[in-house]
């Protein structure tokens, strides 16, 4: 009775620490899209005037560009954490944003069309993950009635190879 309230205890503690860890992936993924816009924060509160560029026009275009390379390695560095995958939308809004701004540059963060993109492009990634797990599920049960198939032909084979045999030596 001990061992299996003692293994139960580990059980709980196993899952409450993958789920923490679920968490705090999802957090700092989430964190990864919200770090793009660092160099917006920068520019508003004035904080990059006495800062080194490092070669960079501003601060402000040092602080992007390296919060651009940051960020896909925060999310890669999360990923094997398995964060929720809705937490993703928020990187992904982000850069959709960002994208959008590359073509239309005149375009501001309350304009109607630019939330519309950013928020189809969400949509289009989780109806792609959607779409993407379907099609492994549908995937995998294919590979099992396959398996299944395999296996019943090869043991009809053998018994039709044991029948033949056992009727040989009868005759």
């Given at each position: 009775?001990?061992?299996?309230?003692?293994?139960?205890?580990?059980?709980?503690?196993?899952?409450?620490?993958?789920?923490?860890?679920?968490?705090?992936?999802?957090?700092?993924?989430?964190?990864?899209?919200?770090?793009?816009?660092?160099?917006?924060?920068?520019?508003?509160?004035?904080?990059?005037?006495?800062?080194?560029t490092y070669g960079f026009e501003n601060f402000e275009t040092f602080i992007w560009v390296m919060t651009q390379?940051?960020?896909?390695?925060?999310?890669?560095?999360?990923?094997?954490?398995?964060?929720?995958?809705?937490?993703?939308?928020?990187?992904?809004?982000?850069?959709?944003?960002?994208?959008?701004?590359?073509?239309?540059?005149?375009?501001?963060?309350?304009?109607?069309?630019?939330?519309?993109?950013?928020?189809?492009?969400?949509?289009?990634?989780?109806?792609?993950?959607?779409?993407?797990?379907?099609?492994?599920?549908?995937?995998?049960?294919?590979?099992?009635?396959?398996?299944?198939?395999?296996?019943?032909?090869?043991?009809?084979?053998?018994?039709?190879?044991?029948?033949?045999?056992?009727?040989?030596?009868?005759?």
């Amino acid at each position: 009775m001990v061992i299996n309230e003692s293994r139960y205890l580990m059980i709980q503690k196993f899952l409450f620490r993958q789920e923490f860890s679920r968490i705090v992936a999802s957090l700092l993924t989430a964190f990864a899209g919200i770090l793009l816009y660092m160099d917006k924060i920068f520019l508003q509160l004035e904080l990059g005037a006495n800062y080194e560029t490092y070669g960079f026009e501003n601060f402000e275009t040092f602080i992007w560009v390296m919060t651009q390379s940051l960020t896909p390695l925060i999310i890669i560095f999360c990923y094997p954490l398995k964060p929720y995958y809705l937490s993703f939308t928020i990187p992904i809004y982000c850069y959709a944003i960002q994208m959008i701004w590359i073509f239309q540059p005149e375009l501001t963060t309350d304009d109607i069309y630019l939330q519309s993109y950013a928020i189809g492009s969400c949509l289009l990634f989780v109806l792609l993950v959607i779409l993407m797990k379907r099609i492994n599920s549908w995937r995998r049960k294919q590979l099992l009635i396959e398996n299944e198939f395999q296996s019943r032909a090869l043991d009809l084979m053998q018994n039709l190879k044991e029948e033949k045999s056992a009727n040989e030596r009868f005759s």
